[in-house]
């Protein structure tokens, strides 16, 4: 026997028993034919259907329930074209108006066309304008505007009494890190989109000066105000800026927190035009690892409060310089814009219940969440006349005062402020203060109270110096 036929005789007989093998113990023609219909040969046509109960995963249900609240806003506004003085004084050649126009996104939260958005989509608007996604037009106006916050809330103007689609505001605060959300919003003037991704982050506290919810999902310019919304269709926060070089989504944005959303909506619908933030009348400094380390602590946490404003509520609490907050109603404090944070969310006159250390020691205080003093009183006062001063508002400064110019009541507890300037024109402007300036002295003479600096100006002068600080530096000039 050739070589050839000793294989294939032993390749015969191996198959033979691997077959048998296989089989249910029968003859090796019957194990043969029971296994072929087991499926190695080819199914027919008629043995082969559609699923009877197939699924698709897919986002679109809770699309489809939440997108006809998400809006276009379009703020227009009207502004003066800045012109050179050299050209204006020599040439006559006058300032002129020019139209600046703004699209960003919104939310729909009441049945009655309560919407919010970001403060910086409407700043600088006379005429608001929302679209819905069936591309129906309406007017609006502006309820509360707060820059703070960047949350703005403004009422669809609608002369029937219609009824509008709503997105829920969550309640909880159950997000956790890895929680599927959708973007909706009008990036680029394109139209309603939809992206999708994970909340990346919670609790970014330094991106700005607030406390944000940091998604992957999509964001670019025009979703601003937009919604980002969970899986159980709510409205977890207001998409507010991104992390870009070029402008564009790199898959690190910013949402403002559902809680702080509801607070400012519920501002506006209870008919004040203002927000008012709550105040305690501290700061500190997040405690480091070195810091934690010479205070004996095992972890770095809380926050070291360096400064108590005297009569403030923290000072009446019982809080004193070298104290650390680790919580504040309940949730914890890791820096600075996470105390300022927590403390937005409460109400006012509200006692808050403090756990922090004292040389190394637990301490529980209660501290009442106030407004921020208003006094001094503010005594606004138009400034006129050929001095340094004309065309200037001048006001006295208050911690009252201060949180509403997002100044930083410590550095500046007291003093003159220049509110605003009323042209560009003006005396005060050509000499170069600006709104913001803290009035320091003038002629050698301290300034304490807008009373001083009008009786200053009134009396006139042949020359003046004057002290002003600005941005925490002295600077002082002298005009003829």
């Known amino acids: 026997m050739t070589l050839r036929a000793r294989f294939l005789a032993s390749l015969f007989l191996t198959t033979g028993v691997t077959l048998a093998a296989c089989g249910p113990g029968h003859s090796q023609e019957s194990s043969t034919q029971s296994f072929a219909g087991q499926g190695f040969n080819a199914a027919t046509t008629e043995q082969r259907k559609v699923p009877e109960q197939g699924y698709k995963a897919s986002f679109a249900p809770i699309v489809k329930a939440v997108a006809p609240a998400v809006v276009n806003v379009y703020a227009v506004g009207v502004v003066r074209q ?4 050299f050209w204006s004084m020599f040439y006559g050649i006058q300032p002129r108006q020019q139209v600046q126009k703004s699209l960003g996104s919104g939310v729909i939260v009441r049945p009655n066309g309560i919407v919010v958005t970001n403060n910086h989509v409407i700043a600088g608007g006379q ?23 960047d949350l703005a809330v403004i009422k669809i103007d609608t002369k029937d009494a219609e009824t509008f689609p709503t997105l829920a505001i969550d309640d ?49 310019p025009g979703n601003s105000g937009g919604a980002l919304v969970d899986m159980n269709g709510k409205l977890i926060g207001i998409n507010s800026m991104i992390l870009s070089g070029a402008g564009q989504s790199s898959g690190v944005g910013f949402a403002i927190p ?36 010479s205070l004996g602590m095992d972890q770095p946490q ?22 650390i907050i680790l919580k ?76 509403e110019l997002g100044i930083d009541p410590f550095n500046a507890p007291h003093g003159v402020m220049i509110a605003k300037i009323d042209a560009t024109d003006a005396y005060a402007a050509s000499v170069g203060l600006q709104p913001g300036d803290i009035v320091r002295e003038v002629n050698g003479r301290q300034i304490n109270s807008t009373a001083d600096l009008q009786a200053i100006v009134n ?22």
């Open 82 to 85: 800045q012109v050179d003085p």
């Open 127 to 149: 005429q608001f304008m929302v679209v819905l996604n069936n591309r129906r037009e309406y007017p609006a106006e502006v309820l509360l505007a707060d820059a703070r916050s």
């Open 172 to 220: 909880g605060h159950d997000q956790q890190v890895g929680d599927l959300v959708l973007a909706i919003g009008n990036p680029f003037g394109v139209g309603q989109t939809v992206t999708n991704g994970i909340i990346s982050a919670l609790d970014r506290t330094d991106v700005g000066e607030g406390s944000y919810i940091q998604t992957d999902a999509a964001i670019n």
């Open 258 to 293: 559902a809680p702080l959303v509801r607070r400012v909506v519920d501002t506006a619908v209870g008919g004040s035009a203002h927000l008012v933030h709550p105040w305690l009348g501290a700061k500190g400094d997040t405690v480091t690892s070195d810091i934690a380390k």
């Open 302 to 323: 809380g926050v070291l409060i360096s400064d108590v404003y005297k009569g403030g509520p923290a000072d009446a609490g019982g809080l004193r310089t070298g104290d």
């Open 328 to 403: 504040l109603d309940g949730a914890p404090v890791n820096d600075q814009a996470s105390l300022r944070y927590q403390t937005e969310l409460l109400a006012l006159n509200q006692s808050v219940d403090v756990q922090g250390l004292r040389n190394g020691k637990p301490i529980d205080l209660k501290i009442k969440a106030e407004a921020p003093s208003a006094n001094p009183l503010r005594d606004e006062r138009a400034l006129s006349g050929r001095n340094p001063f004309g065309g200037a508002h001048v006001v006295n400064l208050s911690p009252a005062v201060a949180d």
């Open 459 to 480: 009396a006139g002068a042949r020359g003046w110096r004057v002290t002003i600080q600005r941005g925490g530096q002295m600077i002082t000039a002298q005009f003829g």
